[in-house]
T-cell receptor, first 112, second 112 residues
Framework: NAGVTQTPKFQVLKTGQSMTLQCAQD?????MYWYRQDPGMGLRLIYY???????DKGEVPNGYNVSRLNKREFSLRLESAAPSQTSVYFC???????????FGSGTQLSVL | GEDVEQSLFLSVREGDSSVINCTYTDSSSTYLYWYKQEPGAGLQLLTY?????DMKQDQRLTVLLNKKDKHLSLRIADTQTGDSAIYFCAERSRGGGNKLTFGTGTQLKVEL
């Protein structure tokens, strides 16, 4: 039982490049989330997926897209990276009792 | 939308108690959480409280909830250097997606 697994852990992009952040959970959770963490701003929700087959915008969705590939996997895509997207990205999934949010270890992304 | 606020820094001496405060705006919050983040790591759930409770104690941790004032606090008794971290308050409101809204985080520094 690995919990929530995110890849990669680190990434450096040039402005305009694209990439996909991968997230998978093996806890059979329904809801999954992508957050970004910036200094002094806490965690802000980018997108979430309440269940397989559904996705919704969070607080800061612009510049991102997501795919809920199946129940296990929820990916975040940056189509044309911008320096403002330099951040630490966290994937999370919600426990089956709908109480606890389990987090991945994060992806540190720098856009030059 | 929902808003969660915390002070940014707190410094205490080893052995003293730490109290980290949080205010939130959403009156329909169902669960309120405290997460801990150590440098370079993801978020670790410390404790949570259901909105119909006033207090929850878990070893050195005491959570107090004043629902009328929308105020949540985390008290850490006998604070140790290993408690140095960023502490995030989060609230989960009713409604679609079971989204959590996080505060900005409080950096706790424990001095010898």
């Amino acid at each position: 039982n690995a919990g929530v697994t995110q890849t990669p852990k680190f990434q450096v992009l040039k402005t305009g490049q694209s990439m996909t952040l991968q997230c998978a959970q093996d806890m059979n959770h329904n809801s999954m989330y992508w957050y970004r963490q910036d200094p002094g701003m806490g965690l802000r929700l980018i997108y979430y997926s309440a269940s397989e087959g559904t996705t919704d915008k969070g607080e800061v969705p612009n510049g991102y897209n997501v795919s809920r590939l199946n129940k296990r996997e929820f990916s975040l895509r940056l189509e044309s990276a911008a320096p403002s997207q330099t951040s630490v990205y966290f994937c999370a999934s919600l426990g089956l009792q709908n109480e606890k949010l389990f987090f991945g270890s994060g992806t540190q992304l720098s856009v030059l | 939308g929902e808003d969660v606020e915390q002070s940014l820094f707190l410094s205490v001496r080893e052995g003293d108690s730490s109290v980290i405060n949080c205010t939130y705006t959403d009156s329909s919050s169902t669960y309120l959480y405290w997460y801990k983040q150590e440098p370079g790591a993801g978020l670790q759930l410390l404790t949570y409280i259901f909105s119909n409770m006033d207090m929850k104690q878990d070893q050195r941790l005491t959570v107090l909830l004043n629902k009328k004032d929308k105020h949540l606090s985390l008290r850490i008794a006998d604070t140790q250097t290993g408690d140095s971290a960023i502490y995030f308050c989060a609230e989960r409101s009713r409604g679609g997606g079971n989204k959590l809204t996080f505060g900005t985080g409080t950096q706790l520094k424990v001095e010898l």
